[in-house]
């Protein structure tokens, strides 16, 4: 076949898989435009959460009739001037939404400049009607029906229009929190969801658009340094959610999703809210153009930050000031979740990670009486050839045995088990399950203290998965961010890792993925990766250096137990299936008769 270029209507097409995936990103393109064009007022109407019809009108400064036919062009923009893409500060510079927009979908633009009469013209899935004129205020009309009615093929991921209307009213919210200069009036199926007046409070708009209780229970947040300043309403560490999805971050005037803000709220709430609980927050942070990219994602929902680590640092600062300042209304209300975490800490690690004196395997009499010693895991052994070898411990663990409450490693059985001499007996411990168990409650303490540790990998490494894979994952990411798992979307059906939990040591990043978005297939939307972190960990531990199978060093086999010993339930993998077993030397006695 030879080469041909594409016509424009396929073109159009194919860059609306990337702009307009569904009603919701339609709908943030237009209110965008609006707000570009210096809108006072937007009013957004929404039919079957927008799978039926769209249409956002606006007061702004409207299309010039010989500028429509341009409007609709790709890669047509008034907003950029002198080709400076890094100094842009509209919201929109692609030019590529309406024309996206009018390929899949029934698009009618109407408007009228002040001074002049107003026209109006169809887009109908990529052919464009003729212009006439229509009697309208100034400002612009932008309606869309019937979006992807012609692509089934993209149809039919479209979802109900319950949670496309979530979608939309998420959107809404953001950019009306964005600009609480602006009036905005939202509804839906003939219902008014939000009016909201122009010239607010800042304060008040969040309010609104959050929670109205946040009215009563916020802090203000005001900081300036080095030209960049942080302002916004954060709540006091009383006032709280199960999920961190109220913590809203604005560069510039733009809504975006920065896992940068998960991190530094949790820093700066550390001490003063229980870690499964989370602030409510909308935080602006004004940036000169040159610290910040804003070209690195289709839905511009992304920025890279110059200097993030500078940022982060404005974000903590900002809210902990904010806090102290607030300190007398925090400090009467004690936390019973911390006080809780504290005495549960405070349990002496090992006394608390003791097996249960009832688990079979723990007596030779049961392990003989017919129960297999290991289990399920016996399995484990087939397949290896008999590889149980002894090293001598290097000199630094030449401490007595008793010093260790789960023995000095004195080798490994078939890859899998860890052979260790306590003070009163033999220890077998299940290397993977023993790991699993640690990476969990490791990233427990580290979830406690902000955010898991992370490696750059150093070559980011790109892993293929089916699209609703990719879906999935990317709709983690922040999450899997905030686990050590640096991810990104890489087209439709790859993701580009970029770093990983350090504490995993980890040799097998694409194993890792896949299995992750299986994890988050089996989860559904409604549970968080932290309330699943057993699985999580169990999944991480799996593609982490000290899986079932591989070679360990002694000093390796030391480590692990020395680390166990001091890591609270760690006697139990995250089955609940003991992760070591003990033969008192009673019991070896018995077995061979001696007593
Ligand atoms: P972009 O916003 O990236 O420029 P769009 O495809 O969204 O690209 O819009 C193309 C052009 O149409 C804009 O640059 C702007 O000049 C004009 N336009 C679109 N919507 C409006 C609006 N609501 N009011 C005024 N002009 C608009
Ligand atoms: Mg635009």
Same mark, same amino acid.
């Given at each position: 076949?030879?080469?041909?270029?594409?016509?424009?209507?396929?073109? %159009?097409?194919?860059?609306?898989?990337?702009?307009?995936?569904?009603?919701?990103?339609?709908?943030?393109?237009?209110?965008? %435009?609006a707000?570009?064009?210096?809108a006072?007022?937007?009013?957004?109407?929404?039919?079957?959460?927008?799978?039926?019809? &769209?249409?956002?009108?606006?007061?702004?400064?409207?299309?010039?009739?010989?500028?429509?036919?341009?409007?609709?062009?790709?890669?047509?923009?008034?907003?950029?001037?002198?080709?400076?893409?890094?100094?842009?500060?509209t919201?929109?510079?692609?030019?590529?939404?309406?024309?996206? &927009?009018?390929?899949?979908?029934?698009?009618?633009?109407?408007?009228?400049?002040?001074?002049?009469?107003?026209?109006?013209?169809?887009?109908?899935?990529?052919?464009?009607?003729?212009?006439?004129?229509?009697?309208?205020?100034?400002?612009?009309?932008?309606?869309?029906?019937?979006?992807?009615?012609?692509?089934?093929? !993209?149809?039919?991921?479209?979802?109900?229009?319950?949670?496309?209307?979530?979608?939309?009213? +998420?959107?809404?919210?953001?950019?009306?929190?964005?600009?609480?200069?602006?009036?905005?009036v939202?509804?839906?199926?003939?219902? !008014?969801?939000?009016?909201?007046?122009?010239?607010?409070?800042?304060?008040?708009?969040?309010?609104?658009?959050?929670?109205?209780?946040?009215?009563?229970?916020?802090?203000?947040?005001?900081?300036?340094?080095? *030209?960049?300043?942080?302002?916004?309403?954060?709540?006091? =560490?009383?006032?709280h959610?199960?999920?961190?999805?109220?913590?809203?971050?604005? #560069?510039?005037?733009?809504?975006?999703?920065?896992?940068?803000?998960? *991190?530094?709220?949790?820093?700066?709430?550390?001490?003063?809210?229980?870690?499964?609980?989370?602030?409510?927050?909308?935080?602006?942070?004004?940036?000169?153009?040159?610290?910040?990219?804003?070209? #690195?994602?289709?839905?511009?929902?992304?920025?890279?930050?110059?200097?993030?680590?500078?940022?982060?640092?404005? &974000?903590?600062?900002?809210?902990?000031?904010?806090?102290?300042?607030?300190?007398?209304?925090?400090?009467?209300?004690?936390?019973?979740?911390?006080?809780?975490?504290?005495?549960?800490?405070?349990? =002496?690690?090992?006394?608390?990670?003791?097996?249960?004196? +009832?688990?079979p395997?723990?007596?030779?009499?049961?392990?003989?009486g017919?129960?297999?010693?290991?289990?399920?895991?016996?399995?484990?052994?087939?397949?290896?050839?008999?590889?149980?070898?002894?090293?001598?411990?290097?000199?630094?663990?030449?401490?007595?045995p008793?010093?260790?409450?789960?023995?000095?490693?004195?080798?490994?059985?078939?890859?899998?088990?860890?052979v260790?001499?306590?003070?009163?007996?033999?220890?077998?411990?299940?290397?993977?399950?023993?790991?699993?168990?640690?990476?969990?409650?490791?990233?427990r303490?580290?979830?406690?203290?902000?955010?898991?540790?992370?490696?750059?990998?150093?070559?980011?490494?790109?892993?293929?998965?089916?699209?609703?894979?990719?879906?999935? &994952?990317?709709?983690?990411?922040?999450?899997?961010?905030?686990?050590?798992?640096?991810?990104?979307?890489?087209?439709?059906?790859?993701?580009?890792?970029?770093?990983?939990?350090?504490?995993?040591?980890?040799?097998?990043?694409?194993?890792?993925?896949?299995?992750?978005?299986?994890?988050?297939?089996?989860?559904?939307?409604?549970?968080?990766?932290?309330?699943?972190?057993?699985?999580?960990?169990?999944?991480?531990?799996?593609?982490g250096?000290?899986?079932?199978?591989?070679?360990?060093?002694?000093?390796?086999?030391?480590?692990?137990?020395?680390?166990?010993?001091?890591?609270?339930?760690?006697?139990?993998?995250?089955h609940?299936? =003991?992760?070591?077993?003990?033969?008192?030397?009673?019991?070896?006695?018995?077995?061979?008769?001696?007593?």
């Amino acid at each position: 076949m030879s080469i041909r270029r594409l016509p424009e209507t396929l073109v %159009n097409r194919i860059a609306a898989g990337e702009v307009v995936e569904r009603p919701a990103s339609a709908l943030k393109e237009l209110i965008e %435009n609006a707000l570009d064009a210096g809108a006072r007022s937007i009013a957004v109407t929404l039919r079957q959460g927008g799978l039926e019809g &769209i249409a956002v009108t606006d007061d702004g400064h409207g299309i010039a009739r010989d500028e429509i036919a341009l409007a609709l062009e790709r890669h047509a923009t008034s907003k950029l001037p002198d080709e400076a893409i890094e100094q842009v500060r509209t919201l929109g510079f692609r030019g590529e939404a309406l024309p996206s &927009i009018g390929s899949v979908a029934r698009l009618t633009l109407a408007s009228r400049q002040a001074g002049g009469d107003g026209w109006r013209l169809v887009c109908d899935n990529g052919v464009i009607g003729p212009i006439e004129p229509a009697a309208m205020p100034p400002g612009t009309r932008v309606e869309v029906d019937g979006l992807f009615e012609r692509i089934p093929a !993209r149809r039919k991921f479209l979802r109900s229009p319950r949670s496309e209307y979530a979608a939309c009213l +998420d959107i809404v919210r953001r950019l009306a929190m964005a600009r609480q200069d602006v009036a905005f009036v939202f509804e839906h199926d003939g219902r !008014r969801v939000l009016s909201l007046p122009g010239g607010q409070e800042r304060e008040d708009r969040v309010a609104q658009l959050i929670d109205r209780e946040l009215a009563d229970n916020h802090v203000i947040i005001a900081l300036e340094r080095e *030209g960049v300043s942080l302002a916004g309403v954060a709540s006091l =560490p009383t006032f709280h959610r199960g999920s961190a999805d109220h913590q809203y971050l604005f #560069v510039n005037g733009r809504p975006v999703r920065d896992r940068l803000l998960v *991190g530094a709220v949790r820093g700066a709430y550390a001490d003063f809210i229980a870690r499964d609980r989370h602030p409510v927050m909308a935080l602006f942070l004004s940036v000169p153009v040159e610290e910040v990219d804003v070209n #690195v994602h289709p839905a511009k929902t992304e920025v890279r930050f110059r200097d993030p680590a500078f940022m982060r640092g404005m &974000i903590v600062s900002g809210l902990r000031r904010a806090l102290d300042e607030a300190g007398m209304r925090v400090a009467n209300r004690a936390d019973a979740s911390s006080t809780e975490l504290w005495q549960r800490e405070a349990i =002496p690690a090992f006394e608390a990670a003791s097996p249960q004196p +009832d688990w079979p395997a723990r007596s030779a009499g049961g392990a003989y009486g017919g129960v297999p010693l290991f289990g399920d895991r016996q399995a484990r052994f087939s397949g290896f050839a008999p590889s149980g070898r002894a090293e001598p411990a290097p000199v630094h663990v030449a401490a007595e045995p008793r010093e260790f409450p789960l023995g000095i490693a004195r080798g490994q059985v078939a890859r899998t088990y860890i052979v260790a001499e306590a003070d009163d007996g033999l220890i077998l411990v299940d290397q993977h399950a023993a790991h699993e168990r640690l990476v969990l409650e490791r990233m427990r303490r580290a979830l406690a203290d902000g955010a898991v540790a992370r490696q750059a990998l150093l070559l980011p490494e790109v892993v293929e998965l089916d699209e609703p894979a990719c879906d999935r &994952i990317e709709g983690r990411i922040v999450e899997l961010a905030e686990l050590g798992l640096e991810i990104e979307r890489f087209g439709p059906s790859a993701m580009l890792v970029r770093a990983a939990p350090a504490m995993l040591g980890l040799s097998d990043v694409t194993g890792l993925v896949r299995d992750l978005a299986d994890d988050l297939a089996a989860l559904g939307d409604a549970t968080s990766l932290k309330g699943r972190l057993d699985l999580v960990a169990a999944t991480m531990a799996c593609h982490g250096s000290v899986r079932a199978g591989r070679v360990l060093s002694v000093t390796e086999m030391n480590a692990l137990l020395r680390e166990m010993e001091v890591t609270p339930h760690s006697g139990q993998c995250n089955h609940g299936r =003991p992760t070591w077993i003990k033969l008192a030397h009673g019991d070896i006695e018995k077995l061979f008769g001696r007593h």
